[in-house]
């Protein structure tokens, strides 16, 4: 039996007494919603589903945001990127009560989003939101009856990349890459001046990216200590996936590794990440390249290496993707390359 009451506030408490245990209640600022409470807590109780919802009501979703990143996120590869995500879903959602977190706070919430952020960052953003739930359900035991991140409607997917490198545009990046001196009308500026790339690792990190598709992350985490130069093979301990693979090398690829200047440090590549990114941005400006990313380059190579690697199976060992259907996402043939093999 519910009783619906008025506090000395104005707000509304219903209370459901159930069968063979305490009563439970909740306030509102509306008799309506009272009522609406209390008959879907007394329906539970008669189906035999009631489930206690106090302790969720208790937790915000900003509390359990940051016991999630504290037990699971901060000890992800890319935890760096997760806590910006789960920041920018506490600054949004986290005054909310787990209780108020509902398919149509969600869904409004991803509406929002969508109309700032592109849909890939939205799916992702409720991706991670969707981990916490269901990481708060079964680790923390906590009484939220769904997830409702999975009741709603995720974005598209964004369509993959298919962005290659066109004829002359390889030969424009490594002259961008190149360091050298800018061309001088007097002696005074003779060789003051320099044009191109600083960095001695920059132009043979890229080749190297051309050359065996690796990743970004995975060339700059590149030990010595990992490199097999007469078996012709590198050891990735880090990769994306978190699974170590071994990456043959071409001859070429032996050739870039032996060309490289050596230092006291064990990387092969001893640069930043944010140093590459820099050095890219301004290289790819000077070659007057448009829309290209540093990614880019794994498809390229994950493409070239298809025409030497037909047997599919073998090419996903070299760059390293346990799904399929993902390499077809990363392999981009030519059409007059195609047409040419079709006779």
Not at 257 to 264: E, N, Y
Request: some cysteine; glycine content about 6%; proline content about 6%.
């Amino acid at each position: 039996m519910a009783t619906i009451t008025q506090r000395a506030s104005g707000r509304w408490q219903a209370r459901v007494r159930k069968i063979g245990g305490r009563a439970v209640s909740r306030t509102f600022a509306r008799r309506a919603d009272a009522e609406a409470w209390a008959r879907s807590v007394e329906l539970e109780v008669e189906r035999g589903s009631y489930v206690d919802r106090r302790a969720a009501e208790r937790i915000t979703l900003a509390e359990l945001l940051a016991a999630y990143w504290r037990a699971v996120s901060s000890r992800h590869k890319g935890a760096p990127v997760e806590r910006y995500r789960l920041a920018r879903i506490a600054e949004d959602l986290g005054a909310l009560r787990l209780t108020a977190l509902t398919p149509a706070t969600v869904a409004e919430w991803r509406d929002a989003r969508l109309r700032c952020v592109s849909p890939g960052t939205v799916a992702r953003e409720l991706g991670i939101l969707g981990a916490v739930l269901s990481w708060a359900r079964r680790e923390r035991t906590l009484p939220i009856p769904e997830n409702p991140v999975s009741a709603i409607r995720k974005p598209s997917p964004p369509r993959g990349r298919e962005r290659r490198l066109e004829p002359g545009e390889e030969a424009r990046l490594m002259a961008a890459l190149e360091d050298r001196p800018a061309p001088s009308g007097g002696a005074k500026r003779n060789g003051r001046y320099r044009v191109g790339t600083r960095s001695p690792w920059m132009r043979p990190l890229v080749q190297f990216a051309l050359e065996t598709a690796m990743r970004q992350g995975e060339m700059l985490a590149l030990r010595w200590a990992d490199v097999d130069l007469e078996r012709r093979i590198v050891r990735l301990r880090e990769t994306k996936n978190g699974d170590a693979r071994t990456v043959p090398l071409s001859s070429r690829a032996v050739a870039i590794l032996r060309g490289l200047p050596r230092t006291d440090s064990e990387q092969v590549f001893p640069i930043s990440g944010n140093a590459v990114k820099l050095a890219w941005r301004r290289a790819t400006a000077r070659a007057g390249l448009e829309d290209l990313h540093f990614h880019d380059l794994r498809h390229e190579a994950t493409s070239r290496l298809a025409e030497r690697l037909p047997n599919v199976v073998e090419l996903a060992a070299v760059t390293g993707h346990r799904d399929l259907r993902m390499l077809a996402r990363y392999y981009h043939p030519r059409a007059e390359v195609l047409a040419a093999k079709l006779g």
